[in-house]
């Protein structure tokens, strides 16, 4: 978690909303990582979890079902983040700060765990929640050190 915490405050630099994002391979190595990039590619699906993906699965030489392995994310994912989670194949979520207001992970929905759907994975969440929660609310106050 601490290394999407690192890459958390990489999208606060570039302008984003704090959120960073690591996949980790079967045997714990990081496969993908990614940070928030929707203001600096002006592309509205540059979620940290989508790139993050994007990346483990080009590791992967391409091969999209991303068995065995995990999502660490600083924010509970979104319904679209936590779609690609359930259709990657992602054995696992784990994230630190809920998010009450656009959560798809436990809070608001709970897209990842719905038993209609044909794969769902496990989810840990609230790891490092209080230090993933600080980055995002000292960032929408504006603090100087933030922005």
């Not at 570039?14 to 203001?39: F, K, Q, T, Y």
């Not at 993906?53 to 391409?62: C, Q, S």
């Not at 936590?82 to 630190?96: D, H, K, P, Q, W």
Request: with cysteine.
């Amino acid at each position: 978690m601490r290394r999407a915490l690192d890459e958390a405050v990489r999208a606060r630099e570039s302008g984003d909303v704090p959120v960073g994002a690591v996949v980790l391979g079967p045997g714990g190595e990081v496969i993908g990582s990614g940070h928030n990039a929707r203001e600096a590619w002006g592309d509205p699906t540059a979620h940290a979890e989508i790139i993050a993906i994007r990346a483990a699965a080009a590791a992967l030489h391409g091969e999209w079902r991303l068995e065995g392995c995990t999502l660490l994310v600083t924010l509970e994912p979104c319904t679209m983040c936590a779609g690609a989670t359930v259709l990657s194949r992602l054995e696992r979520v784990v994230y630190g700060a809920v998010d009450p207001k656009a959560g798809a992970a436990g809070s608001l929905w709970d897209v990842v765990r719905d038993r209609r759907l044909n794969h769902r994975p496990e989810v840990i969440h609230g790891v490092l929640a209080d230090e993933c929660g600080a980055l995002l609310t000292d960032f929408f106050r504006g603090s100087p050190d933030t922005r």
